[in-house]
């Protein structure tokens, strides 16, 4: 698990269990750092075309191999929520992109990823030709009444704020 804190990466000393300012957390055993650990921001896009279709992507890795999920990832390290969205369809569908709205924000837990917190946008998609790439095996378009169920609840948590709040705008 990502989120198994073994040593303390101040002074490399094991960490420890220990109850601190206010819940169980890692701390050293030696030099008495609090290993804060916090949730992972990743971002989702759903991306509609004109025919009122959701772009989905095909999962290449555990966990849910082979299952669809809407484009997205983590975010990384001086980059926007705006940004990284955008450049995540890139990598996974080869699509340019501009994002419109925030649809909403929904914590989960990714498997090994422990806990991350999922930030949800509208995203026009460019026309260009679609390739899946990255950590995608498979990318298309569906019919909203007929698509496959996604392979992350957060994912249709986001999708359910989309239909309740943007859908048909
Ligand atoms: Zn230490």
């Given at each position: 698990m990502r989120t198994e804190l073994n040593y303390c990466w101040d002074c490399g000393h094991p960490a420890e269990t220990q109850f601190a300012e206010g819940r169980n957390r890692k701390v050293c055993?030696?030099?008495?750092?609090?290993?804060y650990q916090n949730p992972l921001p990743t971002t989702v896009a759903v991306i509609l075309n004109e025919k009122d279709e959701i772009l989905l992507v095909q999962r290449?890795?555990?966990?849910?191999?082979?299952e669809w999920c809407l484009p997205g990832g983590f975010m990384e390290l001086g980059e926007t929520p705006e940004e990284g969205i955008i450049r995540e369809l890139k990598e996974e569908t080869n699509l340019d992109g501009t994002v419109k709205n925030l649809i909403g924000v929904s914590p989960s837990q990714y498997g090994v990823w422990g806990d991350v917190v999922v930030i949800g946008f509208t995203v026009n998609a460019s026309n260009g030709e679609m390739q899946a790439g990255d950590d995608a095996m498979g990318v298309q378009y569906f019919p909203m009444d007929s698509r496959?169920?996604?392979?992350?609840q957060t994912h249709e948590k986001i999708m359910h704020m989309y239909m309740e709040n943007f859908h048909g705008e």
């Open positions: 055993s030696d030099c008495g750092t609090i290993l290449a890795f555990a966990p849910a191999k082979g496959p169920k996604l392979a992350f």
